[in-house]
């Protein structure tokens, strides 16, 4: 099911059918440097990861990752959506896109967009991110979309601290 779409982007709902881009985006480097290994070894462990992660989000919440494609082609790119984290007050927003697609403005473009759609569809008061300490290309994506860096945290579960980016207060 389509959510948002963009000048370039088409962001909907993850279904298991995605297995096998999200297999390949979940064991890119970039994945597993900034945000983690989820364990994502064969295709099964793809669907699983779909159906326990984004939908059962969906399900629970009304939101969660997307799988963003480009407009032109449908060609899957990368996923972006909002997330509600353990340990983390606020609803944040989620991105990460292969190799190739990065340094094309798609994060920033597909960010802003689900970022008005939190605030303007879901209602959500505020928005935050994290991020690994050394993401210095998501840390510039978030400052785009009106967040700076707050603090460092540590989430449940996660032995090592994210930095949290938060709205910057106007006033």
């Known amino acids: 099911m389509k959510i948002l779409e963009t000048d370039r982007l088409i962001l909907r709902q993850l279904v298991v059918e995605d297995a096998t881009f999200i297999f390949a985006l979940l064991n890119d480097p970039g994945w597993l440097r900034f945000i983690g290994d989820r364990g994502i070894c064969t295709l099964d462990d793809a669907r699983n990861y779909i159906l326990q992660g984004p939908v059962a989000m969906y399900a629970r919440h009304g939101f969660g990752l997307h799988l963003t494609a480009r407009k032109q082609d449908g060609v899957p790119i990368g996923l972006c959506g909002l997330l509600k984290r353990d340990g ?38 505020r928005i935050v991110a994290i991020t690994a300490p050394d993401n210095e290309r998501s840390a510039k994506v978030l400052e785009k979309l009106g967040l700076t860096f707050t603090k460092m945290i540590t989430l449940p579960g996660d032995e090592s601290a994210v930095k949290l980016f938060t709205p910057i207060a106007h006033g």
């Open 88 to 125: 983390l007050a606020d609803v944040d927003i989620g991105y990460a896109f292969l190799p190739q697609f990065r340094g094309q403005g798609y994060a920033a473009e597909a960010a802003a967009a689900v970022m008005a759609y939190g605030k303007n569809v879901l209602e959500l008061a």
